[in-house]
């Protein structure tokens, strides 16, 4: 975890702080940045990992969701969610507008379906070169 200070609630137990840092360090393990200031809190606590990254972990839920429910997001759709999600942070990265948090949240649960789904396709295309 980067060594930067975080918001931790008022009377929060020593049980709640290290059950919190556990999760912090889950998050930090995943590549996540964890920056205050693009994460979003619950109930004064601030979430493992940042709005974009927990978007994406959502997203992957749902996709997951939506392919057992045979609901199968177009391939070309799929291309445009991930491309929606990299333009988001570009504009941000170049200083033109601004993203955030909920359109961090936003771009990044379309682009967690859009994962699984192009993981979905993935497989298929490899089951029809295998099995021709």
Same mark, same amino acid.
Request: with cysteine.
């Given at each position: 975890?980067?060594?930067q200070i975080?918001?931790?609630p008022?009377g929060a ?11 912090m360090?889950r ?5 996540c ?6 994460s ?20 992957q839920i749902?996709g &997951?969701?939506?392919?057992? $429910?045979? /609901?199968?997001?177009?391939?070309? #759709?799929?291309? =445009?969610? @991930?491309f +929606? ?12 507008l ?7 949240l &936003?771009?990044?649960?379309? $682009?967690? /379906?859009?994962?699984?789904?192009? #993981?979905?396709? =993935?497989? @298929?295309? +490899? ?6």
């Amino acid at each position: 975890m980067a060594e930067q200070i975080r918001p931790i609630p008022q009377g929060a137990s020593d049980e709640q702080i290290k059950c919190w840092a556990k999760w912090m360090r889950r998050g930090d393990a995943s590549g996540c940045h964890q920056l205050p200031e693009r994460s979003l809190f619950l109930f004064g606590w601030q979430m493992p990992v940042c709005a974009r990254c927990q978007g994406i972990l959502m997203g992957q839920i749902v996709g &997951l969701i939506l392919i057992a $429910a045979q /609901v199968h997001m177009p391939f070309w #759709l799929c291309l =445009a969610s @991930l491309f +929606l999600l990299f333009g988001d942070w570009f504009i941000q990265y170049i200083g033109v507008l601004p993203s955030d948090n909920i359109r961090r949240l &936003l771009s990044g649960l379309l $682009a967690g /379906v859009a994962q699984i789904n192009l #993981l979905r396709y =993935a497989v @298929l295309w +490899l089951i029809a070169r295998c099995t021709n």
